[in-house]
């Protein structure tokens, strides 16, 4: 008991003296520096890094949306061409195109994955036997690089050896070689849905697991003695407190999908003909394709406020639900 | 102390050496790029040569086709030294000439005696010149090539499929010398069962991200009589890439994708056409004669399982122009080396070599010789090939105008979207955009 005692006595003095002594010893050693200075000291680095890497490009970027830049064209005169490049983008018809389908694909992902990864993560937090193995099994797709998803569900998808084109023979008893998922108009941009819905279901799974191991089990406890119903307690107490984890996993989803290209240029390339082109395609292909370097700045622009403005927006909703 | 002195004196010299080494063998040593298939393993098999005569170490940097363009070009814009020797796409040399990413040879070919009349006519203007038709050379003939067409001979030379295709069409079964005839056989052995497996009338190219769809496409509409331009320099371009006859070869693509083509082929190129074809899936195929030593010489389909054939002619002759030059790139620090490969390479005897090892000589000693013809199973269809060439546009704008090609076949073709008509008229309208952009409209 002493024991614990003297333990307990050294933990609690042990954040004054660390408070007090390590930051002079360490202002000591780096000769003489004020605390302030060292501060600076460790940050510059970071923050020269993001400047470098994050900051400057941004600023060169919208500098360049403003002129007639090709990156193809090192002689060329560059010239400025005012608001041409964004009045341009906004008025093309494919661009509009590209963003619809961007939309299109991020709403149904976004959809999936949410009913998916709640449901899931409200089952595994049941805590069955075994459910430390199956959380495991389920986290397995989103550890895997895109590409090699991506190459591996071009084979899945193939018509006439591919085997979800077999089990949806099996379940149907359609030909498999009488439907191409990625090569179909109508079925092509719902492959990419499937594929990505496949990859990164487990990760919000993962973020609304969070959430409602979050819930104290006291709540239920007081629910249970009102008597309240199990449909009840979930729409009463789960939802609501699960909802600010759910929210930021649609966040985290939404960003990364509105940018999305390394699954769909591997399954589609964008194709057939422009049906699956989201908005990252057709912006690599302006800029790396067709070297409007310009233009193709301009459109980066456009998608960074767009997404920057959407985000914002929903965060500040998101703080809304937190508080409440 | 001199027992001491001498592994010291050892060791800086070793020292000394073993950074010096390096700095003598970049010196001697060349880089060449390009895209990597069956003809680049040729070159480095041909390049040892250079290497025996001269010293100068060869170092290959190939690109896979798909990425080729990109990573090749990014190079050149970025001014990187990766490259000293490009052989570059056909296309590219507008582009590379007038922003001076390759060297001008006019100088040196005059110096070293090198004549652009030893070498073909069409590969001279196609591979070399720029602009278009004028005595300004970019680049040395290295790789002429061009789209066409194997099959079955195996299949062909069946007496009861013979007798069901005279049968059906009133006509003997042979390579087809028409589009017609080309669509007529697709159609007739699309579903047939052969040797026990079901196969397809014809792999073709489809693929959207580079340039695949637009070097397929072209081959069916250069016969049926599409041009650039009503007059050549000009970019008067309505009536010409949207005339009746562009349009009905533009169709005729649409119904040999439509009818005949393998399941999943929606996005092939050069490997998924010799795929379908290597796996016994497809009759006929369409590819670029780089492949066709390595075709001839397949365990399970070549011999005298596999036969050729030159682009079928409609309105006119003509077939799509593969191939490329040798430039030396500007950025090179190896100038000398790099022009004593293109003096080295030039050699009579040296394009001899290269035809033998897989690669296309175009120099005239090598086509004129008499015994060219018989030399491979599609030497004499790579002639005919040869001189009736039609390439894209080499505008130093290319890469926009094949993506605007790229986009309107892909849509009207694979994706079932409008009318050939539309799609040829929307291409003239895209490029206009793009050669007003230029200042040349």
Request: include cysteine; charged fraction near 25%.
């Given at each position: 008991m002493s024991v614990i005692n003297s333990d307990t006595t050294i933990l609690?003095?042990?954040?004054?003296?660390?408070?007090?002594?390590?930051?002079?010893?360490?202002?000591?050693?780096?000769?003489?520096?004020?605390?302030?200075?060292?501060?600076?000291?460790?940050?510059?680095?970071?923050?020269?890094?993001?400047?470098?890497?994050?900051?400057?490009?941004?600023?060169?970027?919208?500098?360049?949306?403003?002129?007639?830049?090709?990156?193809?064209?090192?002689?060329?005169?560059?010239?400025?061409?005012?608001?041409?490049?964004?009045?341009?983008?906004?008025?093309?018809?494919?661009?509009?195109?590209?963003?619809?389908?961007?939309?299109?694909?991020?709403?149904w992902t976004i959809v999936l994955q949410t009913l998916i990864g709640f449901s899931l993560a409200y089952l595994i937090d049941r805590k069955f036997r075994g459910h430390a193995f199956w959380t495991t099994v389920i986290l397995i797709p989103m550890m895997l690089s895109p590409a090699v998803v991506g190459n591996f569900w071009r084979f899945l998808y193939q018509p006439q050896i591919g085997l979800f084109n077999y089990i949806v023979s099996y379940v149907t008893g359609v030909p498999p070689s009488s439907f191409e998922m990625l090569g179909s108009v109508s079925l092509a941009p719902w492959s990419i849905i499937i594929v990505d819905t496949w990859m990164w279901t487990p990760y919000v799974m993962l973020i609304c697991l969070a959430g409602l191991r979050s819930i104290p089990d006291y709540i239920y406890e007081a629910a249970e003695v009102d008597r309240a119903s199990a449909w009840r307690q979930f729409w009463s107490i789960t939802i609501p407190m699960a909802l600010p984890f759910i929210m930021l996993a649609v966040l985290f989803r939404g960003i990364e999908n509105f940018k999305m290209f390394d699954m769909v240029m591997l399954l589609t390339g964008g194709g057939p003909g422009s049906t699956t082109e989201v908005a990252s395609i057709t912006l690599k292909r302006e800029a790396f394709e067709s070297w409007r370097t310009g233009r193709a700045s301009a459109f980066a622009i456009i998608l960074f406020v767009a997404v920057f403005g959407l985000a914002n927006i929903y965060v500040k909703a998101l703080n809304r639900v937190k508080q409440r | 102390m001199k027992t001491m002195c001498r592994p010291l004196l050892g060791a800086t010299m070793a020292l000394g050496l073993s950074t010096a080494l390096p700095t003598l063998a970049q010196a001697d040593?060349?880089?060449?790029?390009?895209?990597?298939?069956?003809?680049?393993?040729?070159?480095?098999?041909?390049?040892?040569?250079?290497?025996?005569?001269?010293?100068?170490?060869?170092?290959?940097?190939?690109?896979?086709?798909?990425?080729?363009?990109?990573?090749?070009?990014?190079?050149?814009?970025?001014?990187?030294?990766?490259?000293?020797?490009?052989?570059?796409?056909?296309?590219?040399?507008?582009?590379?000439?007038?922003?001076?990413?390759?060297?001008?040879?006019?100088?040196?070919?005059?110096?070293?005696?090198?004549?652009?009349?030893?070498?073909?006519?069409?590969?001279?203007?196609?591979?070399?010149?720029?602009?278009?038709?004028?005595?300004?050379?970019?680049?040395?003939?290295?790789?002429?090539?061009?789209?066409?067409?194997?099959?079955?001979?195996?299949?062909?030379?069946?007496?009861?499929?013979?007798?069901?295709?005279?049968?059906?069409?009133?006509?003997?079964?042979?390579?087809?010398?028409?589009?017609?005839?080309?669509?007529?056989?697709?159609?007739?052995?699309?579903?047939?069962?052969?040797?026990?497996?079901?196969?397809?009338?014809?792999?073709?190219?489809?693929?959207?991200a580079s340039e695949g769809i637009t070097m397929g496409a072209t081959q069916a509409l250069y016969p049926y009589g599409f041009k650039y331009e009503n007059t050549t320099g000009k970019y008067d371009m309505d009536g010409a890439v949207n005339s009746e006859g562009a349009v009905k070869g533009l169709e005729a693509y649409k119904e040999l994708y439509k009818c005949c083509t393998p399941p999943g082929y929606t996005d092939a190129y050069m490997g998924e056409t010799l795929d379908a074809f290597k796996s016994g899936q497809a009759a006929m195929a369409m590819n670029w004669f780089a492949f066709f030593p390595g075709l001839a010489k397949d365990e399970n389909v070549g011999g005298d399982r596999i036969g050729f054939f030159v682009n079928p002619k409609e309105a006119t002759a003509a077939s799509t122009l593969g191939g490329q030059g040798i430039s030396v790139v500007a950025n090179t620090d190896n100038m000398d080396g790099a022009l004593a490969y293109i003096k080295w390479f030039a050699q009579p005897d040296v394009q001899k070599?290269?035809?033998?090892?897989?690669?296309?000589?175009?120099?005239?000693?090598?086509?004129?010789?008499?015994?060219?013809?018989?030399?491979?199973?599609?030497?004499?269809?790579?002639?005919?090939?040869?001189?009736?060439?039609?390439?894209?546009?080499?505008?130093?704008?290319?890469?926009?105008?094949?993506?605007?090609?790229?986009?309107?076949?892909?849509?009207?073709?694979?994706?079932?979207?409008?009318?050939?008509?539309?799609?040829?008229?929307?291409?003239?309208?895209?490029?206009?955009?793009?050669?007003?952009?230029?200042?040349k409209l």
């Open positions: 609690e003095k042990e954040p004054e003296r660390a408070a007090t002594s390590r930051p002079a010893s360490l202002a000591r050693r780096i000769g003489g520096l004020s605390d302030r200075a060292i501060a600076w000291l460790f940050i510059t680095p970071t923050i020269a890094l993001l400047l470098a890497i994050n900051i400057f490009p941004l600023i060169w970027a919208v500098r360049l949306s403003f002129t007639n830049y090709r990156a193809n064209r090192p002689n060329a005169v560059v010239e400025s061409v005012g608001l041409q490049n964004y009045q341009r983008v906004l008025t093309d018809s494919d661009i509009w195109i590209a963003m619809q389908t961007t939309a299109h694909f991020v709403f | 040593e060349l880089t060449l790029c390009w895209a990597a298939w069956d003809p680049a393993n040729a070159l480095v098999e041909l390049s040892k040569d250079f290497t025996a005569q001269s010293g100068t170490q060869m170092k290959f940097e190939f690109v896979p086709w798909p990425n080729f363009a990109d990573r090749i070009l990014n190079e050149l814009n970025s001014g990187g030294k990766l490259c000293d020797l490009l052989i570059g796409d056909s296309q590219w040399i507008g582009g590379s000439a007038e922003n001076g990413y390759y060297v001008k040879l006019n100088d040196f070919f005059d110096k070293e005696g090198i004549k652009m009349s030893d070498f073909a006519e069409a590969a001279v203007n196609a591979y070399s010149t720029w602009p278009k038709g004028t005595p300004n050379y970019w680049a040395l003939p290295a790789m002429g090539d061009a789209n066409a067409w194997f099959y079955r001979k195996d299949w062909f030379s069946k007496p009861e499929i013979q007798a069901e295709f005279k049968a059906a069409t009133g006509r003997d079964l042979a390579p087809p010398t028409t589009w017609d005839e080309l669509l007529e056989t697709a159609k007739f052995f699309n579903g047939k069962e052969i040797d026990g497996k079901k196969v397809y009338g014809a792999a073709i190219f489809t693929e959207r070599k290269w035809w033998q090892l897989g690669g296309y000589a175009v120099h005239n000693d090598v086509l004129n010789d008499p015994s060219f013809k018989d030399s491979q199973p599609f030497a004499a269809d790579f002639l005919v090939a040869m001189n009736q060439v039609q390439d894209f546009w080499q505008e130093p704008s290319y890469a926009i105008l094949l993506q605007a090609a790229q986009k309107r076949f892909h849509d009207y073709v694979v994706a079932d979207q409008g009318t050939a008509k539309e799609a040829l008229d929307g291409l003239v309208k895209d490029w206009t955009e793009i050669f007003e952009d230029e200042g």
